[in-house]
């Protein structure tokens, strides 16, 4: 499997903090992605990446910002966190092959009181 | 607007029996279809993935069909287990250079012994 961790696993904050959070990858995976995850939504792209420095939005982009400065490493962040950001968030990656799936980290459950 | 729609959303079957989940999609250039399963607290796992010039694929007890004229495909889990309680999710990718993949909304399969 490919190697992904998200760090932190779970994180509990207030709103109106700022949050950051971390997707790491060995495979040298040139694609990285997140997602949030909400019952009754499935997987939501939040942000993605198709090589260092360059990034995109997704569907519900609002309220986030990423950063990829290396290959290996992709933050999400939530600049003034709010209750409605309240989600499991999971990191993806892919080297882009035709046949090649998405691997995905553990995810990190983080809750905005 | 919802490009893979993806039913049932909830499906509980005996121990043995054969769920069924089935997706359908909207746009030809999806050139890939790969079936993820997600157990409680990890990241969604490839589990099969097809692509449209072929009709079935098998691996093990899961079987994908899939239907190019229809724009269909659909997920089979032979002699199901208690194991296979998880969430299934379909999803397309395609079109050259698109590497962001549509997801369904997923499919929580529950397997009584």
């Known amino acids: 499997d490919a190697g992904i961790t998200q760090s932190p696993r779970h994180k509990v904050t207030e709103t109106g903090t700022p949050v950051t959070l971390r997707c790491h990858q060995t495979?040298?995976?040139?694609?990285m992605y997140w997602y949030r995850q909400d019952p009754g939504h499935g997987l939501r792209l939040i942000h993605y990446s198709y090589g260092v420095k360059d990034t995109d939005k997704g569907e519900v982009s609002d309220g986030y910002s990423v950063s990829r400065s290396k290959t290996e490493d992709f933050l999400l962040t939530l600049e003034s966190a709010t209750s409605s950001q309240t989600s499991v968030y999971f990191c993806?990656?892919?080297?882009?092959?035709?046949?090649?799936?998405?691997?995905f980290g553990d995810g990190t459950r983080l809750s905005i009181l | 607007q919802q490009q893979v729609k993806q039913s049932p959303q909830s499906l509980i079957v005996q121990k043995g029996g054969i769920p069924i989940i089935n997706c359908a999609y909207e746009?030809?250039?999806?050139?890939?279809f790969p079936w993820y399963q997600q157990f409680p607290g990890k990241g969604p796992a490839l589990l099969i993935a097809i692509r449209p010039d072929v009709s079935e694929k098998k691996e093990g007890r899961f079987t994908i069909s899939f239907n190019k004229s229809a724009k269909q495909f659909s997920l089979h889990i032979m002699d199901s287990q208690p194991g296979d309680s998880a969430t299934y999710f379909c999803a397309a990718r395609g079109g050259r250079g698109s590497y962001i993949p549509t997801f369904g909304r997923g499919t929580s399969l529950i397997v009584h012994p």
């Open positions: 746009n030809t250039a999806f050139d890939y």
């Open positions: 993806a990656s892919t080297s882009g092959g035709s046949n090649q799936p998405q691997h």
């Open positions: 495979e040298n995976h040139r694609y």
